[in-house]
């Protein structure tokens, strides 16, 4: 059973996610989307609204399934009896970030490997961080999230505002 940890804060959780649970949902028996608690973070979304979200958009998806984790990644990967952790790599900006973290995460557990995924090219310059942005803003981000989280934004920050002419 090869098991992937895919970690995050998905606060929300975008079509460039997805897109990424997608390929490794083909790679991997079981891929598990684990949601940081992220607290310090200031999140938009609570973690029990994050998890509904990404539950929600994985409904087509029989390996995958979503789970909250707190304090060190790599242990949560050995207590899932995990083999890898998936991240997404969009642009060179995202690697010095996500090369120190491998280096220290193979540091703290030589057992776990990090695999770089890049998403389809469209979801390249997608963020939760912009989608929020455009949210707030009342710009239309259905391009960018599953239907049910755009919904979701709308509550939380309001509706779409109208074009002006
Ligand atoms: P963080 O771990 O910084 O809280 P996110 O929750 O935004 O980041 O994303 C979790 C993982 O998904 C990270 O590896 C990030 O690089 C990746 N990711 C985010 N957006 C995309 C995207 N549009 N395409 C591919 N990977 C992405």
Redesign the pocket.
């Known amino acids: 059973m090869r098991t992937a940890i ?6 929300p959780f ?4 997805l ?2 649970v997608h390929r490794a949902a083909k790679l991997f028996d079981h891929v598990i989307v684990a949601v ?1 608690k ?1 607290e310090g ?1 200031g999140p938009l979304f609570s973690l029990d609204e994050r998890l509904a979200l990404i539950r929600q958009s994985i409904q087509g998806e029989p390996n995958v399934t979503a789970d909250a984790f707190d304090g060190l990644l790599v242990n949560y990967v050995d207590q899932q009896e995990g083999q890898a952790v ?5 642009a060179v900006s ?1 690697f010095e970030f ?1 090369f120190q973290m491998a280096l220290m995460n193979r540091k703290l557990n030589e057992r776990v490997e990090t695999i770089f ?3 389809k090219d469209t ?7 912009i989608v929020k942005e455009i949210a707030r803003l009342g710009g239309d981000v259905s391009a960018f999230v599953p239907s049910h989280v755009g919904v979701a934004l709308r509550e939380k920050l309001g509706p779409i505002a109208p074009k002006s002419s």
């Open positions: 895919y970690p995050g804060s998905f606060d975008t079509n460039g996610h897109d990424l940081a992220s973070k998936i991240r997404g790599l969009r995202d996500e995924m890049m998403p979801y390249t310059f997608l963020s939760s961080r």
